[in-house]
């Protein structure tokens, strides 16, 4: 590695490459694309640090560029498979406790469900008058 991108080791690199489509060729004129490399690397520091698409420093090429590749990978299907391949990587360096895993959920409204709110029975006296009725 040329230093630049600390945030992917060579072995986890030498394991993905082969997996990503080929890298554009460089035109005769404008900018050249940005290799895979530092696509990936800019995608693992998003999913690490949660940062948003165009916060994403300039040693990674630009937030847009990134987020172009990543919506080809998904739609190729190719980060599925890298998902897969540094699950394994990091289950081979680190080991993953499947002891001490959770889900995560998120409550959203019904599709289907009602308009009208159900009346709120009282459970006591109020002590000051309410603001909401």
């Known amino acids: 590695m040329d230093g630049e991108f600390d945030d ?6 030498k ?3 082969p ?7 460089k035109p005769k004129r404008g900018r050249p694309p940005v290799s895979n490399r530092r696509v990936f690397s800019g995608l693992v520091y998003r999913l690490r640090t949660g ?11 630009s937030g847009s560029t990134c987020h172009r590749r990543f919506q080809a990978w998904v739609a190729l299907g190719i980060f599925a498979t890298l998902w897969e391949v540094m699950l394994k990587f990091y289950d081979r360096a680190k080991g993953i406790d499947l002891k001490w895993t959770a889900l995560d959920s998120a409550t959203v409204k019904a599709p ?3 308009t ?16 909401t009725f």
Do not use: M, N, Y
């Open 8 to 13: 992917v080791p060579d072995e986890l690199w």
């Open 15 to 17: 394991v993905v490459a």
């Open 19 to 25: 997996l990503l489509p080929k890298e554009p060729e």
């Open 51 to 61: 940062c948003q698409w165009k916060a994403l420093g300039s040693q990674f090429g």
């Open 112 to 114: 289907k469900g009602g």
């Open 116 to 131: 009208t709110l159900a009346p709120t029975p009282l459970i006591g006296q109020r002590a000051a008058p309410s603001a």
